[in-house]
């Protein structure tokens, strides 16, 4: 699709978002809504987004954040009062805005090869670069060089390679700054589509994202919504449109807004 396509798709959804009886906002978290930080536990949106999102809301907006990380770790770090929905750890968790939360359960052969893919970290003393999440171990290398994140990668994958077969065979994913072992069907893409089955077939949907953890996203919801790369730099994606975080980002996020009967300027 070239820049023209892009542009008329973008400029369709607006018009269509105008008039539709119910609007869905859909976004990753890390790389989307909030700049990468070596540091995650520091990774806030960028400034302007909290309160964007909350009068986003208020006009009338459902607005889900779908993020790898642990739902509530989200909540605390979004700063969006009141919350909004929060799928967490690709979807396995969910926590409504309301408070309701809910976790699909593990069966217990995906569980003991996550704490096996664990033990086999912490035994190498790599621990500090683990992250645990339901239904997944992530290993993150941001803030690395070229040659120290070859060998982590080496090690990590030679440390997992037990764990990728079998009856109990979990999924590598690489994603934006590391690799996750997960319970197989774990992606955002389900989580799309469990909204889409919540949502009428009228309502107005958009998928925001920048990792290949959203190209499942975007596929689940093609045909049926917006979905947005938002990314410094453009690379091959199914989404149909890219945005440049933050200032595209933002303005999207005023149209939005401004279309669906809000004041951006308040």
Known sequence: M???EREQVYFSFLGRLSGAPSRVLLIDYDGTLAPFSVDREHAFPYPEIPGLLGRIMAAGTRVVLISGR????????????????????HGRERLTADGDYNVQDLPAEYETALL????AI????????????????AIHW???????????????????????????????LKF?????????????????????????????IAYLGDDLTDED?????????LTVL????????TADVWLQPPQELIQFFEEWLRTAGGNHDQ
């Open 2 to 4: 070239n820049t023209l």
């Open 70 to 89: 642990p739902a509530r770790e989200v909540l605390l770090l979004a700063g969006v009062h009141p919350h909004s929905e929060i799928w967490g750890s």
């Open 116 to 119: 096996h893919a664990a033990e």
């Open 122 to 137: 912490r035994h190498e003393k790599l621990e500090s670069r683990m992250e645990l999440k339901t239904g997944g171990v």
């Open 142 to 172: 941001r803030g690395l060089d070229g040659r120290e994140i070859a060998d982590l990668e080496r090690r990590v994958l030679e440390l997992w390679k037990p764990m990728l077969s079998g009856d109990s065979a979990l999924e590598l």
């Open 176 to 204: 934006d700054g590391g690799l996750e072992l997960r319970v197989p069907g774990t992606n955002k893409g389900r989580a799309v589509e469990t909204i889409l089955k919540e949502t009428g077939a009228e309502a107005a």
């Open 217 to 225: 996203a975007f596929r689940a919801l093609k045909g049926r919504g």
């Open 230 to 237: 938002v990314r410094p730099q453009f690379r091959s994606t």
